[in-house]
């Protein structure tokens, strides 16, 4: 590698710069691409400007979380007016009581909210509020859905067919080297828009289930929607055998006004936010029913979950995040849904086109690309084969050449300031990719 090489992309000098001082140049895995990524300058609506000068259409938008795009004015505006007055305190704000107040509102099975910074730890809060709660030990999760990387929640998160049992129910196996054989013990893996092989394992474990963790909408699994007649399913027996059913609505809570609750009709008893909720700023959040949540209640004494957190509900993410809500009305859902439909069924004809087999799943803003045309259902059936992982990687890496940012599993999350010009403009970068790859 020549200097003059290194100077001709400040991308690359950087990513050769960081890797002086962070594990393999990088702090977050997700945004890892080899041989570097592209670094990010600034972001201004729905475009990124790298630190080369090139600007790019942003349909990741910080992997769902930016639902208004890249310094929304409003969101400047609150985030700036709190920062003159402190960013955080030893002491609660009014600020977290708006924001708490506005989530009750909004859905139904939420009825007192504990905030915190990343969705991570709002499932693990949730877990653990489970635990407390029933007085046992076990915890059930879909297979490939992603929770964050609490031990408990990322069993199973990437299997491959050398883990898939021919027979018998989904195994639970470590995502990350060193997980202890007691955190698998205590996970049971059910699979996904499958009520047979779900109920049937939940009813198995039901004396020692604490409660059933499910994405309604699961992106590591395919963003293939769940049956209305799985979660259903799902509701019915954790009350048949006393687990509490745990919504994770980190993603989905960007698929409606009520969030995917709204949407499917189920409620849980326990939901986690994150991402959308805070307007841009780190956060997380856990609401449910008055008696769960009454685990964290510090009011007679030692809670049965104690939790601080320095930074949880510090009052710029606050109120940021409400500004964010507030811009998310009803008729916002409608137009972002109407956007998602429109992307959709235009990669769909899109691949048809081109003769290259494929699909969009997903449901309102949300979306991603599959390269073949196999009915998808579950993680199994979405998990692609290697030669459609090898043109998936093309592909995306073909849309970063023509201007369009995408996730590297191919998932798209669109946001309030896109207009109808950079729909098509998205299109078009998303036809030429697909005659690039063939």
Request: charged share 20%; with cysteine; hydrophobic share 45%.
């Amino acid at each position: 590698m020549t200097d003059a090489t290194v100077l001709s992309s400040r991308s690359e000098a950087l990513a050769r710069r960081a890797r002086g001082s962070l594990p393999g140049g990088n702090t977050r895995t997700t945004v890892y691409r080899d041989p570097y990524p592209l670094y990010a300058a600034r972001g201004e609506g729905c475009r990124v400007w790298d630190v080369d000068g090139v600007a790019r259409i942003d349909c990741n938008n910080n992997y769902t979380s930016l639902i208004h795009g890249h310094a929304h004015p409003a969101l400047v505006d609150a985030a700036c007016r709190q920062i003159a007055l402190g960013t955080a305190f030893g002491m609660p704000t009014e600020s977290e009581i708006d924001l708490a107040e506005l989530l009750c509102a909004r859905v139904a099975s939420v009825e007192r909210v504990r905030f915190v910074n990343s969705g991570t730890e709002a499932v693990m809060m949730a877990l653990k509020a489970a635990r407390a709660f029933t007085g046992r030990p076990k915890i059930a999760k879909c297979e490939g859905a992603y929770h964050g990387t609490y031990d408990y929640a990322e069993v199973s998160l990437d299997t491959g067919p050398a883990d898939w049992q021919v027979q018998g129910p989904p195994a639970s196996v470590a995502y990350a080297h060193g997980t202890p054989q007691g955190v698998l013990d205590d996970v049971v893996v059910i699979p996904f828009n499958d009520i047979d092989g779900a109920v049937s394992l939940i009813r198995a474990h039901g004396p020692a289930l604490a409660g059933v963790l499910v994405d309604p909408m699961p992106n590591r699994a395919g963003l293939v929607p769940a049956d209305p007649a799985y979660l259903q399913a799902l509701h019915a027996v954790c009350r048949e055998v006393g687990a509490l059913l745990i919504f994770d609505e980190v993603i989905s809570f960007r698929l409606g006004h009520a969030g995917a609750q709204g949407l499917w009709g189920v409620e849980a008893d326990l939901t986690t936010f994150g991402k959308i909720m805070g307007g841009g700023f780190p956060v997380g959040a856990l609401g449910g029913r008055v008696d769960v949540m009454a685990v964290f209640d510090p009011t007679s004494g030692k809670p049965a979950v104690p939790g601080g957190g320095t930074f949880s509900a510090n009052p710029v993410t606050m109120r940021a995040g409400l500004a964010a809500m507030d811009l998310l009305d009803e008729a916002a859902f409608v137009r972002l849904g109407h956007m998602g439909d429109h992307l959709r069924h235009g990669i769909e004809r899109l691949l048809h086109d081109h003769g290259i087999r494929g699909c969009a799943t997903g449901r309102g803003s949300l979306l991603q690309v599959h390269l073949s045309d196999r009915p998808l259902r579950d993680y199994r059936s979405a998990r692609p084969e290697a030669a459609e992982a090898r043109r998936l990687v093309a592909f995306v890496q073909a849309l970063l050449d023509g201007g369009v940012i995408i996730s590297t599993n191919g998932l798209m999350a669109l946001s309030t300031v896109m207009t109808g010009d950079d729909l098509e403009a998205v299109l078009a970068a998303i036809a030429a990719a697909l005659s690039a790859i063939g």
